[in-house]
């Protein structure tokens, strides 16, 4: 079965000629659902890096050669791309990181937190998200307080309000915007408006949206804006925070050294301009190209039309389960709410045990496990899940593949 989505331009494009940007697609039988983990990576991409490594293999920023030159103009080039791609007003907006969870490190080690300053998260963030702000309370004193899912296991706008009254010393509320446990998109719309009014800064874990559906920075207006570029058809290694620039101009970088002055002496330094000074060492310069080049090649798609695509293969996965008996969706129930993530649990058999019998019966990749969420599933009292999560690049036929192999897993009990 062919499966169609339009892109901006109006033009339809058949799924299977996309398919062949994608070489392990090409090359393999593999049914590939482990994106939410990480992505695929087109061609363009992968040719992108190698033409770095080929061509202009040179240091960015320090020499005045023409390899340096045209490797400091890609590499500037990216992050305009990225910039554009996010929607921010201003490149130096834009700082280059390994991933989502350095960016997040960067801001807990960049705010100056002081002892009593109180951190608003979810109960359903990544060990990312929640790991940076327990060890601010044992090394600076600070509050954690985690604002609990409702009875439909949605984000509670009274719950944060309560908390956000109570005190006048929320700093900062840190929420995931898309959820790597089941796609559930949380209000940050909301969320941001209520922080601010309250005097709070907020942070954005964009990890699992920014590859998924449209963001816009201007729009949402948070403080700070994290995502990871192999959630979105980019290399690993490499992400991005994008800092509020009037925010950014009174941070003190975390990291320092070689590219993040202009001059030094033994008992001082200046510092470049923003956000070089954030930026120490020399970078990621192959993996910033390929950066730019994913998000250039995914807003070619439109992610409107990425959202509109993974909704329909999550009905098929959704629908086509309902009757096997023994099956619990894990999460949100509604297909519509999940985004590209199909999260489940057969009874009687181990979450990593289905995930073994699809891949090896039928090279099906999903994860099983505890996805980085083990505070959300000890809370439960649930040991894990299998999830299967689609991109643009999966098919109708793929998602009828893993419905059929389920229900005869499921015979196997």
């Known amino acids: 079965m062919v499966s169609i989505i339009f892109v901006n331009s109006g033009n339809s494009v058949d799924i299977e000629k996309i398919r062949k940007d994608f070489p392990i697609l090409e090359n393999t039988n593999i049914i590939y659902m482990d994106s939410a983990c990480m992505s695929l990576r087109p061609v363009q991409v992968i040719e992108s890096m190698e033409d770095y490594y080929r061509n202009f293999p040179a240091c960015i920023g320090r020499s005045s050669h023409k390899l340096g030159n045209k490797a400091s103009l890609e590499f500037e080039k990216a992050r305009e791309r990225v910039k554009n791609y996010l929607g921010a007003k201003n490149a130096k907006?834009?700082?280059?990181?390994?991933?989502?969870?350095?960016?997040?490190?960067?801001?807990?080690?960049?705010?100056?937190?002081?002892?009593?300053?109180?951190?608003?998260?979810?109960?359903?963030?990544?060990?990312?998200?929640?790991?940076?702000?327990?060890?601010?309370?044992?090394?600076?004193?600070?509050?954690?307080?985690?604002?609990?899912?409702?009875?439909?296991?949605?984000?509670?706008?009274?719950?944060?309000?309560?908390?956000?009254?109570?005190?006048?010393?929320?700093?900062?509320?840190?929420?995931?915007?898309?959820?790597?446990?089941?796609?559930?998109?949380?209000?940050?719309?909301?969320?941001?408006?209520?922080?601010?009014?309250?005097?709070?800064?907020?942070?954005?874990?964009?990890?699992?949206?920014?590859?998924?559906?449209?963001?816009?920075?201007?729009?949402?207006?948070?403080?700070?804006?994290?995502?990871?570029?192999?959630k979105a058809c980019g290399p690993s290694g490499m992400g991005c925070l994008y800092v509020r620039e009037s925010i950014l101009e009174k941070l003190e970088p975390f990291l320092v050294g070689g590219g993040t002055v202009y001059n030094s002496w033994y008992d001082k330094a200046n510092y470049e301009e923003l956000p070089l000074?954030?930026?120490?060492?020399?970078?990621?310069?192959?993996?910033?190209?390929?950066?730019?080049?994913?998000?250039?090649?995914?807003?070619?798609?439109?992610?409107?039309?990425?959202?509109?695509?993974?909704?329909?293969?999550?009905?098929?996965?959704?629908?086509?389960?309902?009757?096997?008996?023994?099956?619990?969706?894990?999460?949100?129930?509604?297909?519509?709410?999940r985004s590209g993530i199909f999260n489940f649990n057969l009874e009687g058999i181990n979450s990593h045990e289905v995930a073994l019998l699809l891949d090896n019966i039928k090279n099906i990749t999903v994860r099983s496990g505890m996805h980085c969420l083990h505070s959300w599933f000890n809370s439960r009292g649930i040991n894990g899940s299998v999830r299967a999560s689609v991109y643009f690049y999966n098919n109708e036929e793929e998602t009828e593949i893993l419905v059929e192999s389920l229900k005869g897993i499921a015979r196997l009990r």
């Open 277 to 337: 000074r954030f930026e120490a060492g020399l970078q990621n310069i192959a993996g910033a190209i390929g950066f730019g080049v994913a998000c250039e090649y995914i807003e070619n798609i439109g992610r409107e039309n990425i959202k509109k695509h993974e909704e329909n293969l999550n009905k098929i996965l959704t629908e086509g389960t309902e009757d096997i008996e023994g099956l619990e969706i894990v999460g949100l129930r509604d297909y519509r709410e």
């Open 93 to 230: 907006e834009i700082i280059f990181t390994r991933n989502s969870t350095e960016g997040i490190n960067l801001i807990a080690r960049t705010l100056r937190f002081g002892e009593g300053d109180t951190v608003i998260t979810t109960d359903r963030e990544h060990n990312s998200n929640l790991l940076p702000w327990q060890e601010l309370i044992k090394r600076r004193g600070i509050v954690h307080k985690v604002v609990p899912s409702n009875e439909e296991e949605k984000f509670d706008l009274e719950t944060l309000k309560e908390i956000i009254s109570k005190t006048d010393k929320v700093k900062l509320v840190s929420v995931v915007h898309t959820s790597n446990l089941d796609g559930y998109t949380l209000p940050v719309g909301d969320i941001i408006k209520i922080s601010h009014e309250h005097g709070a800064l907020v942070l954005i874990d964009g990890a699992q949206s920014a590859g998924h559906k449209p963001v816009n920075l201007k729009e949402l207006d948070p403080d700070f804006f994290v995502m990871s570029s192999h």
